[in-house]
């Protein structure tokens, strides 16, 4: 019996005792899909898939000495990055897989908000600048705005798609169909399906984006890795009770 060569990927994101979201959901996804997730808590929240109560937020010297003690055995080449504080943190953590693995692919899913309203992330202003250090920044038409993207790339202060790749996620939209627009490089790519009824499930852009890793990881290109994981969301909003998603 051979053992097969593990894949490994990393996830620095807050705790969901509900295991919906953050780094717990990450972990399962890239379980999904064969790749070896380990995991950095930035934040041990109080929550349910109902209920957010507090964000419990890890100083920086704990975060970073769980990146110390993970990054002496692997060293990782695909990262995502939760649910931030705020944007000193997020630069640090950046800058710290910069320099133990300097052509690492990451990934920031901005979570701007709870599914249960409340709210995260200060100083947005600044979190423009440290994205031009990560490779794919995942938000929804609210983080979107609330971190001014479209404004940034009106002004000329960032080239989307070039200084660092963005998918607009449709699913808080209108209209029929979920389209999750993809700006990479010097394309723009779509990704459609149906819009399904319902409240929907918790967690969903932890999820998306973790599907959008392992399968970078597993060596599809980007826009291939966005449309697999776009068809496993589809199959994830269908899946399990309630709100909370589950696929084996």
Same mark, same amino acid.
């Given at each position: /019996?051979?053992?097969?060569?593990?894949?490994?990927?990393?996830?620095?994101?807050?705790?969901?005792?509900? &295991?919906?979201?953050?780094?717990? &959901?990450?972990? *399962? $996804?890239?379980?999904?899909?064969? @790749?070896?997730?380990?995991?950095?808590?930035? &934040?041990? $929240?109080?929550?349910?898939?109902?209920?957010?109560?507090?964000?419990?937020?890890?100083?920086?010297?704990?975060?970073?000495?769980?990146? =110390?003690?993970?990054?002496?055995?692997?060293?990782?080449?695909? +990262?995502?990055?939760?649910? /931030?504080?705020? #944007?000193? $943190?997020?630069?640090?953590?950046?800058?710290?897989?910069?320099? *133990?693995?300097?052509? #690492?692919?990451?990934?920031?899913?901005?979570?701007?908000?709870?599914?249960?309203?409340?709210?995260?992330?200060? =100083?947005?202003? !600044?979190?423009?600048? @440290? /994205?031009?250090?990560?490779?794919?920044?995942? %938000?929804?038409?609210?983080?979107?705005?609330?971190?001014?993207?479209?404004?940034?790339?009106?002004?000329?202060?960032?080239?989307?798609?070039?200084?660092?790749?963005?998918?607009?996620?449709?699913?808080?939209?209108?209209?029929? =169909?979920? @389209?999750?627009?993809?700006?990479? !490089?010097?394309?723009?790519?779509?990704?459609?399906? %149906?819009?399904?009824?319902? *409240?929907? !499930?918790?967690?969903?852009?932890? +999820?998306?984006?973790?599907?959008?890793?392992?399968?970078?990881?597993?060596?599809?290109?980007? %826009?291939?890795?966005?449309?697999?994981?776009?068809?496993?969301?589809? =199959?994830?909003?269908?899946?399990?009770?309630?709100?909370?998603?589950?696929? @084996?």
């Amino acid at each position: /019996m051979s053992c097969k060569k593990m894949t490994y990927a990393l996830t620095v994101a807050g705790f969901d005792g509900s &295991a919906g979201a953050g780094l717990l &959901a990450d972990i *399962k $996804t890239m379980a999904h899909f064969g @790749v070896y997730g380990q995991a950095v808590c930035t &934040a041990l $929240t109080q929550q349910n898939e109902d209920e957010f109560i507090a964000p419990g937020w890890v100083i920086w010297d704990r975060i970073e000495a769980q990146l =110390e003690t993970l990054f002496r055995k692997h060293t990782f080449k695909y +990262v995502k990055i939760g649910l /931030m504080e705020k #944007a000193r $943190t997020l630069k640090r953590i950046v800058e710290f897989v910069r320099e *133990k693995s300097p052509d #690492a692919f990451i990934i920031w899913d901005p979570i701007a908000s709870a599914s249960a309203g409340f709210h995260f992330m200060r =100083e947005t202003d !600044k979190f423009i600048p @440290v /994205m031009k250090s990560i490779d794919l920044v995942t %938000p929804n038409q609210d983080e979107f705005a609330y971190l001014g993207l479209g404004l940034a790339e009106s002004r000329g202060e960032i080239h989307m798609g070039q200084d660092f790749a963005v998918l607009l996620k449709g699913g808080h939209a209108r209209g029929k =169909e979920s @389209v999750d627009t993809l700006w990479y !490089k010097d394309e723009l790519c779509k990704f459609r399906s %149906p819009r399904l009824p319902g *409240k929907g !499930k918790h967690g969903t852009g932890c +999820v998306l984006s973790s599907a959008i890793l392992a399968n970078v990881a597993l060596g599809h290109d980007l %826009p291939e890795a966005c449309q697999i994981a776009k068809n496993y969301m589809d =199959e994830f909003l269908q899946s399990g009770e309630g709100r909370l998603g589950f696929l @084996v």
